[in-house]
């Protein structure tokens, strides 16, 4: 079935540093992708999200790129803030419904 | 506006006992979901709800789980005959619907311990 891989489960930096969180998926028809922000206790919050047709986003810190061929798209957070501590998940949609597929997340730690 | 709300925010039971949990999507949001989060798991879709159309209940985990969602507004998702492998954050998310994808709304779960 299909099915959405993402890496690292951690990920610790250092306040102003770069990180990034890698996905792939199995779905050649996938063709939205979003990137959830949780923060501890909280609900997942959306906070930027690329369709098939570009490769890429920006939004202020944050990027998303997306690799059609390759099947894998990947979070670019700049400049790192302790407030980006929390847990990231990607997803993508299956199948040209209106179902997501999540990754199993990815704690990322800011350290100051 | 208002989110999306769900009720209990907590919940414990007994093994072997029937749940029902509740969402509140944001108003005209025709699009329902509920996904299960188990700890430091991502989440897991359970149904899913879209106007008046049969619902995709593909995620349900056993025939212990169902869903119902009346008027196209509120919906129960309910747990019959309780495990403990029931144990988990139960996450609800609305979205208006539209010609494509768009954000999905969450609310702020309902997290289950079974004794």
Known sequence: GENVEQHPSTLSVQ???SAVIKCTYSDSASNYFPW???ELGKRPQLIID???NVGEKKDQRI???LNKTAKHFSLHITETQPED???YFCAASIDNTDKLIFGTGTRLQVFP | GAGVSQSPSNKVTEKGKDVELRCDPISGHTALYWY?????QGLEFLIYFQGNSAPDKSGLPSDRFSA???GGS?????IQRTQQEDSAVYLCASRTPSGGYNEQFFGPGTRLTVL
């Open chain 2, 68 to 70: 119902e969602r009346t």
């Open chain 1, 63 to 65: 990027a998303v790129t």
């Open chain 1, 50 to 52: 690329i369709r098939s």
């Open chain 1, 36 to 38: 959830y922000k949780q």
């Open chain 2, 36 to 40: 299960r989060q188990s700890l430091g």
């Open chain 1, 15 to 17: 306040e102003g540093d």
């Open chain 2, 74 to 78: 509120v919906s129960t998702l309910t």
């Open chain 1, 85 to 87: 501590s929390a847990v």
